[in-house]
């Protein structure tokens, strides 16, 4: 993700390089992002959240599960990183994943 806004200066924005797409969004929270080997990088929680743009429901539930197998699975900075989120149209779908799998999570239990 790149920080961008209404007004950027940067504008027009050169193509992206062959491969990769970049990704602009508004400056980012300190707590939805990280540092992996030295590379700034979105957070857990926040990328969940940015995935569900272009996932299936299926995808994303993959990507839940996954996290909690690995032990990133952090209930409360998701709903920290929902809550500072912009509006999208996938926050929807995103909730009603998140509900499915902190239901099948305690069913299990």
Do not use: K, N, Y
């Amino acid at each position: 993700m790149v920080p961008a806004g209404p007004g950027d200066p940067r504008e027009p924005l050169p193509p992206d390089p062959p491969g990769i797409v970049i990704h602009r969004v508004p400056a980012l929270h300190a707590d939805d992002m990280d540092v992996v080997d030295g590379i700034p990088c979105t957070s857990v929680s926040r990328t969940l959240i940015d995935c569900a743009e272009d996932a299936t429901r299926e995808e994303l539930r993959a990507m839940m599960l996954r996290t909690a197998e690995l032990g990133l699975f952090d209930l409360a900075a998701i709903e920290a990183s929902l809550a500072r989120v912009e509006w999208r149209p996938s926050l929807q779908m995103f909730r009603e994943v998140l509900d499915g799998v902190l239901r099948d999570v305690a069913d299990a239990a």
